[in-house]
């Protein structure tokens, strides 16, 4: 049974209900009553609401005041606005954890670099998205600012309300071959070509999240 792959009944219904939104099944604007949910997975409506909530902590969902669960709408725009930000605090992160870095952290990022490859011709897709979150925020910690991780940290969340943006090998590879330029840079201290590296590649990023938006919203894709 599908229940088995996760520990709880609301980790099932919230990946359930995040794949239905990004499938298209449940449309933007359109309300999740949680009784139907409940219903069509066969729980009770507290795992479904559990999962709602969390849903609506990464912006898939939004929760109107004694009017229930809708679908968040999504537009390019937001997007741009997203990354606009992103762009200046990753920015900053990398400049800083640059100055910052010792020989210690460094050998810990080339040991993480060197775990990437694994995901080449692998089609985990999916697998090499999480890692290359991880691989940034081992980067970006050495900045030695809490508030601008936890500022990232949420930015990042956000974009879980969207597809998978790797989708090919040659991708991945486009994508360990930025980080090894960027761990160069870091390497030989040089903070301003690190930060400029890591502006080219969160551009990289942003088009893909636009391009991966359009292959599954097509016209429902707000500007």
Same mark, same amino acid.
């Given at each position: ?13 919230h990946?359930?209900v ?6 298209? !099944? ?11 949910? $409940? ?5 009770s ?5 559990e ?14 005041p004694?009017?229930?669960f ?22 900053l ?16 990022? !080339?040991?993480?670099?060197?775990d ?12 090499y ?9 081992a ?14 940290s ?5 974009? $879980? ?6 989708t ?5 590879? !486009? ?20 930060? $400029? ?27």
């Amino acid at each position: 049974m599908i229940e088995q792959k996760y520990k709880t009944k609301s980790g099932m219904i919230h990946d359930m209900v995040r794949q239905c939104v990004l499938d298209g !099944e449940y449309k933007p604007g359109e309300r999740l009553l949680t009784s139907i949910v $409940a219903e069509k997975y066969g729980t009770s409506e507290i795992p479904v609401r559990e999962a709602f909530l969390a849903l609506v902590k990464e912006g898939v969902l939004i929760s109107k005041p004694n009017n229930g669960f809708y679908v968040s709408q999504i537009s390019k725009q937001e997007v741009e606005n997203i990354f606009e930000v992103r762009l200046k605090l990753e920015s900053l992160a990398i400049f800083e954890a640059t100055k910052r870095i010792e020989p210690g952290g460094m050998g810990r990022l !080339e040991k993480l670099f060197n775990d990437g490859k694994k995901f080449l011709g692998s089609e985990d897709y999916m697998g090499y998205w999480k890692y290359n979150r991880r691989f940034h925020f081992a980067m970006y910690e050495f900045c030695g600012n809490d508030v601008l991780i936890k500022l990232l940290s949420e930015l990042f969340d956000f974009s $879980a309300r969207y597809p998978n943006y790797y989708t090919c090998d040659w991708e991945i590879q !486009e994508s360990i071959d930025e980080h090894r330029k960027i761990l160069d840079a870091m390497k030989g201290g040089n903070a301003e070509y690190a930060e $400029a590296l890591v502006t080219c590649h969160t551009i990289i990023t942003k088009n893909r999240y636009i391009q991966r938006l359009q292959e599954v919203l097509g016209s429902r894709l707000g500007e």
